[in-house]
Structures are given as structure tokens and as C-alpha cells.
């Protein structure tokens, strides 16, 4: 199994770009889940989703977007890039049980110049 | 503000020795989960440990919980260089409607180094 699979590694936009962070597992896990990890903030959650079809809002919701509408994937989308989204991502997954283990992605950097 | 506080924010060992890092929590839990992230990779779970339970062991690790001080402990026994990471503790909030399920709160990490 490949886990949790995070594209891509590392990227540099500029301000204003677009573009879209993929998350695929291959766990057939009903959750998933995007956080940011900034120095010394911890993780912090963006955007989850319980199944196909359904997400809601973390903690840090503002300048994203996401949707699945397959099991499988959960892409994580900026419209305009602002220097503030300069992080790293972690996209998570896991069934759907209190107390399961979460898996999380490698990260991806992203740089907002 | 962070649900989950750590202590110390570095701590420097040398191999052979225990590593002990502390976490403070304000709300009730259903979970608290203990977290190792390499440098430059992500994270990988070590341990969870539920709100009704008080101590759980895993290897070298071993976490307690004190709901009513709202705090866990890891403690890493015999530690290696290999244990060199950042540790993060995670809490799953507590909430009657089950809403909560997997929203994680992490507290900012111990930097633990261990000297060969």
C-alpha cells in the first residue's frame, strides 16, 4: 500500500497563482483532512472530510477550497496564492471511529513570493 | 489559541539516558495521540491513549494521562541517536455529537536531540 500520497513536493508560486495541492489514499479511509504546519504554530486544520460528497471547515479555512468526489482523492485548492500560505501541508487520513489512527501525507512545501 | 501546550520546547539528551516531554490540554478529550515528525518529513503516530485510560505502553514509550490536571506525559526510555525528531501531542476534542471526529489540535512540539 502507498499510504497517504501528497503532490507535490515542494512548489514556489507567486502571488496571485493558482493552484492545486493532490492528496490520494489508498486505504479506503472515509476521512481526510488538510492541515498547515508553521514554525512554531504546530499543525493546524484547513479543511476535512467526513466522506464522498462532504466537507467542512477547520480551524484555518480562509483561502482554500476542497472537494471529493471519490473516496480516494481530496485535492486542496488556492485560487490566489498570498505570502501568508507560505507552509508546509499535510494532507491525513483515516476511518471514520474515534481513537483510529490517523495517517498523515510526506507534506508539501509551498512558497509564496 | 493552541488546545495542546508542550514542555520543554527542546530538550538535549544523551543516548542511553530517558527523554520526558509533557502536555497540557484546556478542553476535554475524547483522545490525546502522541506524534514523531524526522526533520523535513511528516508525521507518524506513536501512541494513543483515551480519555478513560491513564497509562499505555508501546515499546520504549510509554504515555499517561491525567484528565483532571488535563495533561500526558511521553517518556522514551534507553533512548538512541535514532530518536532525534520533533514530538507533537494531538487531542481529539471531546463533543456529544460526534462532530469532533478527527479534528485534531496540536501543540507546538518538543525538539528532542539525542547525542550518540
Known amino acids: 500500500n502507498a499510504g497517504v500520497t501528497q503532490t507535490p513536493k515542494f512548489q514556489v508560486l507567486k502571488t496571485g497563482q493558482s493552484m492545486t495541492l493532490q492528496c490520494a489514499q489508498d486505504?479506503?479511509?472515509?476521512?481526510m483532512s488538510w492541515y498547515r504546519q508553521d514554525p512554531g504554530m504546530g499543525l493546524r486544520l484547513i479543511h476535512y472530510?467526513?466522506?464522498?460528497?462532504?466537507?467542512d471547515q477547520g480551524e484555518v479555512p480562509n483561502g482554500y477550497n476542497v472537494s471529493r468526489s471519490t473516496t480516494e482523492d481530496f485535492p486542496l485548492r488556492l485560487l490566489s496564492a498570498a505570502p501568508s500560505q507560505t507552509s508546509v501541508y499535510f494532507c491525513?487520513?483515516?476511518?471514520?471511529?474515534?481513537?483510529?489512527?490517523?495517517?498523515f501525507g510526506e507534506g508539501s512545501w509551498l512558497t509564496v513570493v | 489559541s493552541q488546545q495542546g501546550e508542550e514542555d520543554p520546547q527542546a530538550l538535549s539528551i544523551q543516548e542511553g539516558e530517558n527523554a520526558t516531554m509533557n502536555c497540557s490540554y484546556k478542553?476535554?478529550?475524547?483522545?490525546l495521540q502522541w506524534y514523531r515528525q524526522n526533520s523535513g518529513r511528516g508525521l507518524v503516530h506513536l501512541i494513543l491513549i483515551r480519555s478513560n485510560e491513564r497509562e499505555k505502553h508501546s515499546g520504549r514509550l510509554r504515555v499517561t494521562l491525567d484528565t483532571s490536571k488535563k495533561s500526558s506525559s511521553l517518556l522514551i526510555t534507553a533512548s538512541r541517536a535514532a530518536d532525534t525528531a520533533s514530538y507533537f501531542c494531538?487531542?481529539?476534542?471531546?463533543?456529544?455529537?460526534?462532530?469532533?471526529?478527527?479534528?485534531?489540535?496540536f501543540g507546538q512540539g518538543t525538539i528532542l536531540t539525542v547525542h550518540p
Open positions: 486505504m479506503n479511509h472515509e476521512y
Open positions: 494531538a487531542t481529539e476534542l471531546a463533543n456529544a455529537g460526534g462532530t469532533s471526529y478527527g479534528k485534531l489540535t
Open positions: 478542553t476535554s478529550i475524547n483522545n
Open positions: 491525513a487520513s483515516s476511518y471514520f471511529k474515534h481513537g483510529n489512527t490517523i495517517y
Open positions: 472530510s467526513v466522506g464522498a460528497g462532504i466537507t
